[in-house]
């Protein structure tokens, strides 16, 4: 017997399981593994009017968001030189703190609140089973950037995300 006569399965995903980006390899790995088995999950429990809704947050002013730029120059520093080398070296040190000293700047733009996301599980929770969605795009950035990512070709895509963000490695010539 069901608890409720309309259950629902919410899973957490992200825009990173719909649109990867670089040095974000294994969270976008995962948020894709996460879309793959709630595709599936929601299409084997349809039949028993249970629904399974993902969640896709962008960038929300959470405390992971704020420890992940540390992180990223600590990880760059703890390098081996060779690998530091192989991304451009001080170049590319240099590109990133400019990048994260922009978005600091700027976060209020781009970057949520997580307010939203709470919103939209609320949302879900007193919604009529049949307005149901089965994913929900939240925060600024997902709304506007990474579903552009999304919908672009694969080549413009890539480019426009390298342009805007500074995680690729910065060619430099030798002189």
């Known amino acids: 017997q069901r608890l409720t006569e309309y259950p629902r399965i919410i899973n957490m995903s992200s825009v990173c399981g719909i649109v990867s980006s670089a040095s974000n390899s294994p969270y976008n790995a995962s948020k894709f593994a996460l879309e793959a088995w709630s595709d599936s999950l929601r299409m084997e429990l349809e039949p028993f009017h249970i629904k399974v809704i993902k969640i896709r947050p962008g960038q929300c002013n959470t405390q992971i968001q704020r420890d992940w730029a540390t992180s990223y120059l600590d990880n760059f520093a703890k390098a081996p030189p060779s690998i530091q080398a192989l991304y451009g070296g001080d170049h590319f040190l240099a ?76 060619v430099v010539e030798s002189t």
Do not use: N
């Open 95 to 170: 590109s990133v703190t400019k990048a994260l000293d922009a978005m600091k700047r700027g976060s209020g733009s781009a970057v949520s609140p997580p307010e939203m996301v709470v919103e939209t599980l609320v949302d879900i929770l007193q919604s009529s089973h049949y307005a149901l969605k089965a994913s929900y795009l939240v925060g600024r950035d997902a709304q506007i950037f990474w579903r552009a990512c999304q919908m672009l070709p694969t080549p413009i895509s890539d480019t426009v995300k390298q342009k805007l963000r500074f995680q690729y490695p910065v």
